[in-house]
């Protein structure tokens, strides 16, 4: 933010560090184990009188001194160079913090030159304990230099008390300084006994290669099991956000862990050829495989090291953005670009929206993304939307917590996205097709209060079943929808009908499918296995059928109904005629009409890109649904796009529980409703119901419009009800706290409606759903002092649910209120009563049967006292909709 870009869109800054510092880090070690195998060696061929030996030593001196001295010297002026161009901020803040560390680093590495020269040039010239001296001198200024340049890496990852006092010797003598020093001294010790084979194979003497390398062994394979516990030591200091990102959710870090096993089995199983006798070419060979299998284990060493550090570039202290976490406050309210100083655009407008995200993208992102090359965002981000963009964009810095949050406002956020997607993805947003619904007549069955017996109350139990509408990929809800009917016989004290009577529905001809029906074998399967009991799972009824009695309710369970008209037009609401007949005589008793609502109108596409897969009007494409199974895959390290391309798709309950479903799911798995909200709620933040009606098919301008009934015509919308998305995903996170993965996605979440995250409640989905009385106190219209939201405030048991919910009479509250989502009066798109039909044919009122004094639906005498729920007579009700 405070310093230029060197602009690199192919090549990336990160990537050049990663090669020179891995080929100086090698040297780096090499210089101080190196120092301590000559001095040893040296040593052990003067007490040993071994002329052989030394003159060996002294050959190596000259390799070693040319490579550390000189190539070491210069690769250490590139590391200085390239970090300085790539990150200046951290740059400087870690000259700034340590001034006198690297001071003395300096002085110690002087002390390093003059005593390996000294070493080198006197080598033969001076007595042998004068000589060794000079030799002990620059492994003691190597170590220092280890010691000191150590301190200061370990602050890097570790930076432990330092963030809260700033004193120099919290921040060098860190968690991880120890751990970190004493691996290192054993990588240093390792290197050494590699690199001595090199020249040790090109020694003529057949005899004296055996003795260097019988003792190079020696040096490779001692320090190793102090490496290992070392290693494990050091993997426990590091912070456990840190481990979390190495070794469970950051998958760019599988590789490089894969690396450093390859190598360091390469490493110690090829050493062995040392101590076997083979001809000197081998011996070559296998000392530069060594050499090479080195670098290789240091890369994924460092690798690792930095992929641990994310989302930081001094852990804590900057993200790898530049940014400190303590400025982020104010570049989020004022503005990245008002407080950024190599930018000439210093605001975003709705004429510069590209041109803004460009600069911000330049300055936020390329210190390690390039454009198409190296860690490219295309490759990260071909598969979103401009939305999706926008909402990936929030949500850095939550669930893979590996990234740095986005430093901006909303509109800053914005820009980058449509940067991203029309500037270097070269996309546009394709023109939004119109779709009127077609109003479809009606025809209300007729009823006559002076010669009718009977009132036949039918619903929906959901008020809205949604379909994902792509097996060929992936599944998560079949065509099932439960139509629920009860049977009235009027009078001055009416009764609730439960036997003698066969209750029948059909729905109509436009919608017959009977091949949606055979889906049900494929989730029963995936569910369940193979071998599923007679009589469970979820193979439900037809589209026509006979309805069984449960209690006082009568219910056709899992009904495949979907919403296509003859294949050719979207209509979410099918109607079903429902009848009641007599058992005995087969006389028609009464017979109304209901709509089982179905939608294939999911937004996935919002986010993950595609068309609509249906006649472009609903449905999920297979890109959609592709797209959506790479993101899985990449995030959970599962394999599910390449299982459906192989013919073997898989439902989403297969491993998630869920209760809509009956599937039991995986013990370490999130249940699916928690998953997918707790997920999605760290990208969609701050929206109220418009993150709703991003996935649910309930915008007001969409094609389903679900949420249709008479809360959404007074103002009631859904976070009224069920809270923000924040909300609602912290609820279903709470009880799923013994599952890792919750806490993983409730720690970026802020909840809306509740003081903390501690005040909501924990709730299982759809068995612990808002109470009615919330806002119904006493089952008034309103109640004085509501405070907006009947969020966190859960019925106390499955019956007391809405949709499951009797009077003391055994009367539904969905028989005369109306389905979920969708009580009387509803509004919808394909006919304006098409919800209405009973309150309509019962009563002449699209209103809750028995609204405005109407209870002589059912009673033959006037009511003047509440029957089913206090507060029935004697109020003012709302007006309601009138055909």
Request: net charge negative; charged share 15%; aromatic share 12%.
């Amino acid at each position: 933010m405070n310093y230029p870009v060197w602009y690199l869109p192919q090549l990336g800054g990160g990537l050049l560090i990663a090669i020179i510092a891995v080929l100086h880090v090698v040297i780096a070690h090499l210089a101080v184990g190196g120092g301590l195998f000559l001095v040893l060696t040296e040593r052990r061929a003067v007490l040993t009188k071994n002329s052989a030996l030394l003159e060996y030593v002294r050959k190596h001196t000259w390799f070693f001194l040319l490579l550390t001295m000189v190539f070491g010297g210069v690769s250490g002026v590139g590391i200085w160079f390239i970090i300085a161009l790539v990150n200046p901020a951290a740059t400087s803040s870690l000259i700034h913090i340590f001034v006198f560390g690297w001071a003395i680093e300096w002085v110690f590495f002087i002390g390093e030159i003059v005593a390996l020269l000294i070493y080198h040039y006197r080598f033969g010239k001076m007595d042998h304990k004068s000589h060794m001296a000079l030799g002990w001198l620059y492994f003691i200024f190597a170590w220092l230099s280890l010691f000191t340049i150590n301190g200061i890496l370990g602050f890097m990852l570790t930076p432990g008390k330092w963030i809260e006092t700033g004193n120099f010797w919290h921040g060098f003598l860190n968690p991880s300084f120890l751990p970190s020093l004493i691996f290192r001294t054993c990588i240093a010790l390792i290197f050494a006994g590699v690199f001595g084979l090199v020249t040790g194979a090109w020694l003529k003497e057949r005899e004296n290669r055996r003795t260097v390398f019988r003792l190079c062994a020696r040096w490779m394979y001692i320090p190793l099991l102090i490496l290992v516990f070392t290693g494990i030591y050091y993997t426990r200091v590091i912070s456990t956000e840190s481990f979390e990102n190495l070794f469970h959710y950051n998958r760019e870090s599988t590789p490089f862990i894969t690396l450093i096993i390859v190598s360091s089995i390469l490493l110690f199983g090829l050493g062995l050829f040392t101590l076997v006798k083979t001809s000197q070419t081998v011996q070559k060979i296998g000392a530069l495989m060594l050499v090479l299998i080195c670098f290789g284990w240091m890369a994924g060493f460092e690798y690792m090291r930095e992929i641990a550090r994310k989302p930081f570039v001094l852990y804590g202290h900057m993200y790898s953005t530049g940014i400190t976490p303590a400025q982020m406050e104010s570049v989020n309210s004022e503005g990245f670009l008002a407080q950024a100083k190599w930018t000439e655009v210093k605001e975003v407008t709705e004429d510069n929206m590209e041109e803004a995200g460009a600069e911000i993208f330049r300055l936020q992102c390329m210190a390690c993304h390039t454009i198409d090359g190296y860690n490219g965002v295309l490759n990260k981000s071909g598969q979103l939307t401009e939305r999706g963009l926008e909402a990936l964009l929030t949500g850095m810095g939550k669930v893979n917590s590996y990234m740095p949050p986005f430093a901006g406002t909303g509109l800053e956020k914005r820009a980058v996205a449509a940067y991203i997607f029309k500037e270097l993805q070269g996309k546009s947003i394709p023109s939004a097709v119109g779709y009127v619904a077609e109003s479809l007549p009606l025809e209300i069955p007729a009823f006559d209060p002076d010669t009718s017996l009977y009132v036949l109350l039918a619903w929906n139990d959901l008020g809205m079943h949604s379909i994902s509408d792509n097996e060929k990929y992936f599944s998560f809800l079949p065509p099932a929808n439960t139509l629920n009917a009860q049977l009235f016989k009027r009078g001055a004290l009416p009764e609730v009908v439960t036997s003698g009577i066969v209750m029948e529905y059909t729905v109509e001809e436009e919608f017959q499918h009977p091949e949606y029906h055979s889906m049900f074998w494929q989730y029963d399967e995936a569910i369940f296995g193979a071998d599923l009991p007679e009589g469970t799972g979820l193979m439900g009824k037809g589209v026509n059928g006979t309805m069984e009695p449960h209690g006082s309710v009568f219910a056709a369970h899992k009904i495949p109904v979907v919403p296509y008209m003859d294949n050719k037009t979207y209509n979410p609401y099918p109607v079903f005629t429902i009848t009641a007949k007599d058992e005995s005589t087969g006389e028609l008793l009464a017979v109304t009409k209901a709509v089982a609502p179905t939608s294939t109108e999911m937004g996935c596409r919002n986010c993950h890109e595609g068309g609509w897969a249906w006649n472009d009007v609903s449905g999920m494409a297979d890109l959609t649904a592709i797209n959506i199974l790479k993101a899985h895959d990449r995030f959970n390290g599962t394999t599910l796009l390449a299982d459906a391309e192989n013919g073997e798709p898989k439902l989403c309950q297969s491993c998630h529980a869920d209760p809509a479903v009956m599937a039991p799911g995986k013990p370490d798995v999130l249940n699916f409703s928690t998953a997918i909200h707790g997920f999605h709620a760290n990208y969609l933040e701050g929206m109220d119901q418009e993150a709703c009606n991003m996935c649910h098919p309930s915008h007001p301008d969409g094609k389903t419009n679900c949420f249709r009934g008479r809360h959404s015509q007074v103002g009631v919308g859904c976070t009224e009800c069920h809270g923000t998305l924040e909300d609602h995903a912290l609820g279903l996170l709470a009880n799923q706290s013994d599952k890792m993965a919750s806490a993983r996605l409730a720690r970026g979440l802020e909840p809306v409606f509740a003081a903390s995250k501690e005040e909501i409640k924990p709730r299982m989905p759809w068995l612990m759903e808002p109470d009615c009385r919330s806002c119904h106190t006493n089952y008034n219209i309103f109640e004085d002092g509501f405070d907006g939201t009947a969020f966190n405030r859960w019925v106390p048991g499955f019956e007391a649910l809405y949709r499951n919910r009797t009077d003391n009479h055994g009367v539904m509250c969905s028989a005369c209120h109306g389905s979920t989502h969708a009580v009387y009066g509803a509004y919808n798109n394909y006919g304006l009563q098409r919800d209405n039909q009973q309150p309509l044919q019962y009563q002449g009122l699209a209103g809750t049967i028995g609204t405005h004094g109407q209870c002589m639906v059912c009673h033959t005498v006037e009511m003047t006292s509440n029957g089913h729920h206090r507060n029935m007579v004697n109020r003012d009700p709302l007006p309601v909709l009138v055909e």
